[in-house]
């Protein structure tokens, strides 16, 4: 995921960002945000099994980059989000941004809220 941005060779990254751009042009903004999700929340539950301890480390950057960027965005005055849903999710991110910092961060608590927003996301997708 982003933590591991850094290894991959520049021309292969642009490849790789263009041939995904490509692929994901045919889904929905709302899929392509529950993928998000679902990505960090198995990263997380997989860094949870893994004995290496640089695992949780990126699992925890990753879970910090993706919350603070929808706290940001969802604080954003130009959200078309009801002002109530956004302080909601606004707080919960908040929550993970902070959990995500701790020291020994709670990975389980962090992919449970990221499967609940991934989860969220797709039934507002089926519903829409």
């Known amino acids: 995921m982003l933590s591991e941005a850094q290894d991959v060779p520049r021309a292969?990254?642009?490849?790789?960002?263009?041939?995904?751009?490509?692929?994901?042009?045919?889904?929905?903004?709302?899929?392509?945000?529950?993928?998000?999700?679902?990505?960090?929340?198995?990263?997380?539950?997989n860094a949870m099994r893994d004995a290496s301890p640089m695992a949780s480390i990126r699992a925890a950057a990753d879970a910090h980059r993706v919350f603070a960027t929808v706290e940001g965005i969802?604080?954003?005055?130009?959200?078309?989000?009801?002002?109530?849903?956004?302080?909601?999710i606004a707080a919960v991110a908040r929550r993970a941004v902070k959990e995500a910092s701790a020291p020994e961060p709670d990975l389980d608590f962090l992919a449970s809220i990221a499967e609940d927003f991934a989860a969220g996301l797709g039934a507002r997708q089926r519903a829409a």
């Open 74 to 88: 969802v604080l954003d005055p130009v959200s078309t989000l009801p002002r109530e849903l956004r302080l909601t």
């Open 12 to 45: 292969n990254a642009a490849l790789a960002f263009r041939a995904y751009g490509a692929a994901q042009s045919g889904r929905s903004q709302r899929e392509q945000e529950a993928d998000v999700f679902a990505i960090l929340a198995a990263r997380l539950r």
